[in-house]
């Protein structure tokens, strides 16, 4: 209960500090500013860590992003919205494969010709940086026996501090890119939703246990799948919480009971949900991790924060759908350097009551991404495949597969265009 009410009172300070004419230039909002003053508090006065409150909220970004989705994919749309087309679909999800395989092809190429012959470290280093950016914290705590069986005792603190150093690049590049994109978003920034203040207390607590519901129901899915098959890759309860919303939402419009979901409602508790989602995620990060390796990392990072850049400035004008291609890329960033949270974060910053579609079709390709990289099969197996398949031949698989991927969703979007009378050159 102290840390739930104390999480309130900070959230509610931080809003009134977020008030201040700099923050809301730079729409900085008040979950942000702070979950930084509480990653700088945390970071300083260490014995604060074993509190209550730390280990509470330390539990709570799995489970407030859950949340959003399941508000997100509850909300009853015309047939027109229902989801994103098959061009925009593949084209987010090749744009995924491509970021993530560059991850993997940077770390591999970077560890066979400089820090394998000159920093002496083995190849499972390689994983390193798509373990932290792409796949965080999570991933990197998953990875720590691939890492002993692979020569890289310390692998797992090393990806801990990879996924820090993620979220922090993400966050202030985050940022940056919003500010200089701003000029070009300025009448989506303006506009606000006005939520319904007016709705009576019982439809609000009906929606809050449709929301909380389909979490729960996807929790119990997401460990009787465990149960079943132990060796399928474990997807983040998000996955299974949009799933059984988009059901529970398809049942009650088969029933006739649609009018039961208020997408006022909705849409002010997944707002609500994310605030606070961004100060827990942000504040219970630990910055004390083992750093030996610390020149090689940073070299590391910084080629892997390049390729980020890259994607985000070329790769959504050749891949994303016009229209949405800043929010999905802003979305991608975010997921690319930390956590989807931050990528949800920086949405708000120039969509700030998410009326962008972007955000559903991002959840749409996470179940096709998630199996397999940022924590997937191919992350977890790939120190393993390095020992046993070899680098050289690693590497121009990822290498051939980006090239792949790529052609085929220019096509795609190249398809899309001239079926609607525009063009897209390669």
Request: with cysteine; proline share 3%.
């Amino acid at each position: 209960m102290s840390s739930l009410l104390l999480a309130f009172v900070i959230l509610g300070f931080f809003s009134l500090v977020s008030k201040l004419n700099f923050f809301i230039k730079y729409k900085i909002q008040g979950s942000l500013i702070a979950g930084i003053v509480g990653l700088a508090f945390f970071s300083v006065f260490t014995d604060f860590q074993n509190s209550v409150e730390y280990i509470s909220w330390k539990d709570w970004p799995g489970i407030t992003i859950a949340l959003v989705f399941s508000a997100l994919f509850l909300e009853i749309r015309n047939k027109s919205e229902e989801k994103g087309n098959f061009s925009e679909l593949y084209t987010q999800t090749s744009y995924v494969y491509i970021a993530i395989l560059g991850q993997m092809f940077i770390g591999v190429v970077s560890t066979l010709l400089i820090f394998k012959p000159i920093f002496k470290l083995p190849m499972s280093f390689s994983s390193i940086l798509e373990n932290g950016f792409a796949g965080g914290h999570g991933t990197a705590v998953a990875m720590k026996q691939a890492y002993l069986d692979n020569g890289l005792p310390n692998g797992s603190e090393y990806a801990l501090f990879s996924a820090t150093i993620g979220i922090i690049l993400g966050i202030a590049g985050g940022i940056f890119l919003v500010e200089i994109s701003k000029t070009n978003k300025t009448k989506i920034i303006e506009e606000h939703v006005e939520y319904n203040t007016s709705f009576d207390l019982p439809k609000l607590f009906i929606n809050l246990g449709i929301i909380c519901g389909g979490v729960y129901l996807g929790y119990l899915l997401k460990n009787r799948i465990k149960e079943l098959n132990p060796t399928l890759p474990e997807f983040p309860l998000f996955v299974y919480s949009l799933i059984v919303s988009v059901i529970v939402r398809n049942f009650l419009v088969y029933i006739g009971k649609k009018s039961l979901i208020d997408n006022s409602i909705i849409s002010f508790l997944s707002n609500f949900f994310m605030e606070i989602l961004i100060f827990t995620a942000i504040s219970t990060m630990n910055l004390s991790v083992i750093t030996e390796a610390l020149l090689p990392m940073m070299l590391l990072f910084s080629m892997g924060f390049l390729w980020n850049l890259l994607c985000y400035f070329l790769l959504r004008k050749k891949l994303l759908s016009d229209d949405i291609s800043l929010e999905l890329s802003l979305l991608n960033f975010g997921m690319l350097n930390g956590t989807t949270a931050i990528g949800l974060m920086l949405l708000k910053m120039i969509d700030p009551d998410l009326k962008s579609r972007a955000i559903k079709i991002f959840a749409e390709s996470a179940p096709l991404t998630s199996p397999v990289v940022g924590g997937g099969v191919l992350t977890l197996s790939l120190p393993y495949l390095l020992e046993s398949v070899g680098s050289v031949p690693i590497a121009m698989i990822l290498f051939f597969s980006i090239v792949i991927i790529y052609i085929s969703a220019v096509y795609t979007k190249q398809k899309s265009h001239q079926q609607t009378g525009s063009n897209v050159q390669l």
